[in-house]
């Protein structure tokens, strides 16, 4: 049999995103929150005169935008999925207990002499 010339593909399903694709995803996050900021405030330019309340509103969003925006963007990587367990555990035994002492039993100590050295007496 001929060995395949082609390397193998071995599929990771549990591992993470690679850090360049991290860290590209949230650049374009935090530039697409930028666009929406820069939109609010143009808006906020407009409709100052038009809907004074609607102005307002937008001029809130551009203003607490940028901090969401580099909140998200620093925020790190997603965790590690957990991986299913591919081990199957055993059935689980009770532990053994220690024999639990008699009361009826006579103890070995308490019954006297001990039989050995009457016998040198």
Do not use: C, H
């Given at each position: 049999m001929?060995?395949?010339?082609?390397p193998?593909?071995?599929?990771?399903?549990?591992a993470?995103?690679?850090?360049?694709?991290?860290v590209?995803?949230?650049?374009?996050r935090?530039a697409?929150?930028?666009?929406?900021?820069t939109?609010?405030i143009?808006l906020?330019?407009?409709l100052?005169?038009?809907q004074l309340?609607?102005?307002v509103?937008t001029?809130v969003?551009?203003?607490v935008?940028?901090y969401?925006a580099?909140?998200?963007?620093?925020?790190?990587r997603?965790?590690?999925?957990?991986?299913?367990?591919?081990f199957v555990p055993?059935?689980?035994r009770?532990?053994?207990e220690?024999p639990?002492?008699?009361?009826?039993?006579?103890?070995?100590?308490a019954?006297?002499?001990d039989e050995?050295s009457?016998?040198r007496?």
């Amino acid at each position: 049999m001929r060995k395949q010339s082609s390397p193998e593909v071995f599929r990771i399903t549990g591992a993470r995103q690679g850090l360049e694709d991290d860290v590209r995803g949230r650049q374009r996050r935090y530039a697409i929150s930028m666009a929406v900021r820069t939109v609010s405030i143009i808006l906020t330019m407009l409709l100052w005169n038009v809907q004074l309340w609607l102005a307002v509103g937008t001029l809130v969003l551009g203003a607490v935008l940028p901090y969401i925006a580099v909140v998200i963007a620093n925020a790190g990587r997603e965790n590690v999925p957990s991986l299913p367990s591919t081990f199957v555990p055993g059935p689980s035994r009770a532990a053994l207990e220690a024999p639990k002492p008699d009361a009826e039993a006579p103890d070995d100590r308490a019954s006297g002499p001990d039989e050995s050295s009457e016998g040198r007496a």
